[in-house]
C-alpha cells in the first residue's frame, strides 16, 4: 500500500522550470488542481492517479513524456491532495463522479490547442480513464469494479498493464482483454500495483504505444 506524500501547496507556486500549477472547474464546480508540463506539440497525455496518491507521482514520467514532444497534465482527483473535498467520504456515485475532474483535463488541453490526447490512469484511475471517449488509452492495473466504479468496455486502442501477482487486477485485467477488441494485455511478474509498475521498462512499453497509436 502507498502512503499519501501530499504537501499542501501554494497552488499559483511553479517549481520546475516547465511545469505550470493549473486550477480547473468541473461542471459541479469542484475545483481540480493540475501539474501541466507544456511543451510546443498537439499531442497530449492526461495522467490519472491511483486511490490514496497525487499527481506528484507523475513527475518523473511527465518529464520524460516531455522529452518526447508530448504535453502533460497531470491531475488531483477531486478527493485528493491540492482539490476540493476528501475522498473518505465518499459513496460509489462520488467516485463515479471523478469522470468530470477528467472531463475538466480534457477542455484544459483542447482550449490549450492540444487536441491529440491519451491517458494513462492507474487503479481506480484506469477505471476513470475507461470511462472516457479518448481512443488511446493505458490503463495501469485496472479492476472490474474499484469502489463502484466499474470498468467500461470499448472499442478503443487500450494497452492493460498488470502484474501477475496482483490478483484481483490481475484476473480483472484478462477479462478486460478478452472483451475489447482492441487492447493489448502487458503482464508482469513482480511489479506491484498501480504506479509501482513504472521503471524504465514499462515507461518504454507505454510511450512506444503512444507513439503508435496516438495520431
Not at 12 to 36: A, P, Y
Not at 45 to 64: C, G, M, P, S, T
Not at 160 to 186: G, H, R, T, W
Request: hydrophobic content about 35%; some cysteine.
Amino acid at each position: 500500500f502507498f502512503i499519501s506524500s501530499c504537501q499542501k501547496v501554494n497552488k499559483d507556486s511553479n517549481n520546475q522550470s516547465n511545469m505550470q500549477i493549473v486550477n480547473l472547474k468541473t461542471t459541479d464546480n469542484i475545483n481540480i488542481v493540475g501539474s501541466f508540463f507544456k511543451v510546443n506539440s498537439s499531442k497530449g497525455v492526461i495522467l490519472l492517479h491511483q486511490l490514496n496518491r497525487d499527481r506528484k507521482d507523475y513527475n518523473d514520467f511527465a518529464k520524460e513524456l516531455n522529452s518526447y514532444n508530448y504535453n502533460v497534465l497531470s491531475i488531483d482527483f477531486r478527493w485528493h491532495c491540492n482539490s476540493d473535498l476528501d475522498w473518505q467520504d465518499f459513496n460509489s456515485q462520488d467516485f463515479n463522479n471523478m469522470i468530470k475532474d477528467l472531463e475538466a483535463a480534457v477542455n484544459f488541453l483542447d482550449d490549450n490547442k492540444v487536441n491529440k490526447i491519451a491517458i494513462v490512469g492507474a487503479s481506480v484511475g484506469a477505471n476513470i480513464a475507461s470511462k472516457s471517449n479518448l481512443k488511446t488509452q493505458v490503463l495501469l492495473s485496472p479492476g472490474l469494479d474499484y469502489r463502484g466504479v466499474k470498468a467500461a468496455l470499448s472499442d478503443n486502442k487500450i494497452l492493460i498493464i498488470v502484474s501477475e501477482e496482483d490478483k484481483y487486477s490481475f484476473d480483472s485485467s484478462k477479462e478486460l482483454n478478452k472483451k475489447m477488441p482492441n487492447s493489448k494485455l502487458q503482464v508482469y511478474k513482480n511489479k506491484g500495483h498501480g504506479i509501482s509498475m513504472l521503471d524504465k521498462e514499462t515507461k518504454d512499453l507505454i510511450v512506444s504505444f503512444l507513439d503508435k497509436n496516438l495520431k
